[in-house]
C-alpha cells in the first residue's frame, strides 16, 4: 500500500522519500511502482515523459534522518 501511495505522489508531482528499515524491500518496492508505471504508459493513461518524471521524484532511504525535512509523513505499515 504505501508503495502505491508513494508512486500517486510522485506522478502527481511531489517528491517522495520511500522509507524502510530492510533494504531488500526497496528491489520490491521498484519492481512494482515499474511494472505499475509500465502498465498505465501501455494503457496511454500516462506518457513515458510522465513516467520518467515520476521515477526521478522517488527516493528510496533505510536513513530515518533523511526524513526529517519532510512536509509531511505517511506510514503505511502492515
Known amino acids: ?7 500517486v505522489a510522485a506522478l502527481a508531482g511531489d517528491k517522495v522519500w520511500i522509507y524502510d528499515i530492510a533494504e ?3 528491489s520490491k518496492s521498484k519492481r512494482q ?3 505499475s508505471l ?3 504508459t501501455r494503457k496511454e493513461k500516462i506518457s513515458l515523459q510522465q513516467k520518467e518524471d515520476c521515477l526521478q521524484r522517488l ?4 536513513r530515518l534522518e533523511d526524513l526529517s525535512r519532510c512536509n509531511l509523513v505517511i506510514e503505511a505499515i502492515i
Not at 1 to 7: D, K, P
Open 24 to 26: 531488500t524491500a526497496f
Open 38 to 40: 509500465d502498465f498505465l
Open 1 to 7: 500500500m504505501g508503495t502505491g501511495i508513494a508512486q
Open 59 to 62: 527516493q528510496w532511504t533505510s
Open 33 to 35: 511502482i515499474d511494472e
